[in-house]
């Protein structure tokens, strides 16, 4: 199932902060950071363009010993694809890109 | 037990709890979020990334649910349609009836004659299929068939444009006795607006059904 046209603003950010150095995996609570999302907003986006293929996901080895694996994120091709087109778009916009108030809201 | 462990373990319960209410497909996605947690050193943001899991979990749960995997909703559907199809073939064959002149006796509904009489053929044939697609519709309903969305929204379609059709003849006399029934009572019109919504109703059930994934 293709995403919208045009995404939230909270799908934004989280393209937005993916788009950042993207070739490198990122933690979810990183991603929380950078997009000032909280957990209840941030997964279920990131399971959505994970289900559309914009999304790659893998566990991670954690650094520390002891610690459990994490999952990491990354865009895929057509995700980084779909990132550039929509914050092309967002930048075009009357608002722009607009940020995100702590509370993910 | 010191507040911040206190808010922990509250975090801890909350995870778990966020776990158990994910639906299975999405289990590796709760992992995900509860691993999260011990990388988070202040111990109030832990408790709101806990509550924000549970959050994604009890969303992806509503998401996961067929409206039909719940028998007395498929049941209702069902019944639903059936009305519709007894309603479809009783005009389909009371008209065609009429039409080919099968009554012997009087016809027993004589106010409608006018209406039947410019009424053309292809009006009852074609609500007899309508209606035989309901029927088949009920079986899909209650298989679970994701083409049961088609099979109701056709037919139902056909219906309202039949509808319009015998609303805009004039000489059908539907408009007037809509009106007549109108001024009857206000609130005559309440029923076919109720079944109506109710069966675009269950078209949007079937449509989320289709969306949501067959559990595994």
Same mark, same amino acid.
């Given at each position: 199932?293709? %995403?919208?046209?045009?995404?939230?603003?909270?799908?934004?950010?989280?393209?937005?902060?993916?788009?950042?150095?993207?070739?490198?995996?990122?933690?979810?609570?990183? %991603?929380?950071?950078?997009?000032?999302?909280?957990?209840?907003?941030?997964?279920?986006?990131?399971?959505?363009?994970?289900?559309?293929?914009?999304?790659?996901?893998?566990?991670?080895?954690?650094?520390?010993?002891?610690?459990?694996?994490?999952?990491?994120?990354?865009?895929?091709?057509?995700?980084?694809?779909?990132?550039?087109?929509?914050?092309?778009?967002?930048?075009?916009?009357?608002?722009?890109?607009?940020?995100?108030?702590?509370?993910?809201? | 037990?010191?507040?911040?462990?206190?808010?922990?373990?509250?975090?801890?319960?909350?995870?778990?709890?966020?776990?158990?209410?994910?639906?299975?497909?999405?289990?590796?996605?709760?992992?995900?979020?509860?691993?999260?947690?011990?990388?988070?050193?202040?111990?109030?943001?832990?408790?709101?990334?806990?509550?924000?899991?549970?959050?994604?979990?009890?969303?992806? +749960?509503?998401?996961?649910?067929?409206?039909?995997?719940?028998?007395?909703?498929?049941?209702?559907?069902?019944?639903?349609?059936?009305?519709?199809?007894?309603?479809?073939?009783?005009?389909?064959?009371?008209?065609?009836?009429?039409?080919?002149?099968?009554?012997?006796?009087?016809?027993?509904?004589?106010?409608?004659?006018?209406?039947?009489?410019?009424?053309?053929?292809?009006?009852?044939?074609?609500?007899?299929?309508?209606?035989?697609?309901?029927?088949?519709?009920?079986?899909?309903?209650? +298989?679970?068939?994701?083409?049961?969305?088609?099979?109701?929204?056709?037919?139902?379609?056909?219906?309202?444009?039949?509808?319009?059709?015998?609303?805009? +003849?004039?000489?059908?006399?539907?408009?007037?006795?809509?009106?007549?029934?109108?001024?009857?009572?206000?609130?005559?019109?309440?029923?076919?607006?109720?079944?109506?919504?109710?069966?675009?109703?269950?078209?949007?059930?079937?449509?989320?059904?289709?969306?949501?994934?067959?559990?595994?």
């Amino acid at each position: 199932m293709p %995403l919208a046209r045009k995404c939230s603003r909270q799908t934004l950010a989280v393209l937005a902060a993916s788009m950042q150095q993207p070739r490198s995996w990122k933690h979810g609570y990183e %991603l929380s950071k950078g997009t000032g999302l909280k957990s209840g907003t941030l997964y279920p986006i990131l399971i959505r363009l994970s289900d559309q293929g914009f999304l790659d996901s893998r566990w991670e080895e954690a650094e520390q010993p002891g610690r459990p694996p994490r999952h990491v994120y990354r865009l895929t091709a057509t995700g980084l694809a779909l990132a550039r087109e929509q914050l092309r778009v967002a930048a075009e916009s009357e608002f722009g890109l607009r940020p995100i108030k702590a509370g993910g809201r | 037990m010191t507040l911040q462990t206190a808010s922990r373990w509250l975090s801890k319960r909350l995870l778990s709890t966020a776990m158990r209410v994910s639906p299975l497909e999405r289990e590796e996605w709760a992992r995900a979020m509860s691993r999260e947690v011990d990388e988070i050193p202040s111990n109030r943001e832990a408790l709101t990334w806990a509550l924000g899991c549970l959050q994604a979990s009890c969303h992806e +749960r509503l998401k996961s649910i067929r409206p039909t995997n719940f028998w007395p909703v498929r049941w209702g559907m069902a019944l639903w349609v059936a009305l519709l199809a007894v309603d479809t073939l009783f005009y389909a064959g009371i008209t065609l009836a009429y039409k080919l002149g099968l009554f012997t006796e009087h016809y027993p509904y004589p106010e409608n004659v006018p209406s039947l009489e410019v009424t053309p053929l292809w009006d009852p044939m074609l609500c007899l299929l309508t209606g035989g697609v309901f029927l088949w519709a009920i079986v899909l309903i209650l +298989r679970r068939s994701r083409l049961a969305l088609q099979a109701v929204v056709v037919p139902f379609v056909v219906s309202l444009l039949l509808f319009a059709i015998r609303l805009v +003849r004039p000489e059908s006399g539907y408009l007037e006795s809509l009106s007549i029934a109108y001024q009857k009572s206000h609130y005559a019109l309440m029923w076919p607006i109720a079944g109506l919504t109710f069966t675009i109703l269950i078209c949007l059930a079937l449509w989320r059904d289709r969306q949501t994934p067959a559990p595994r």
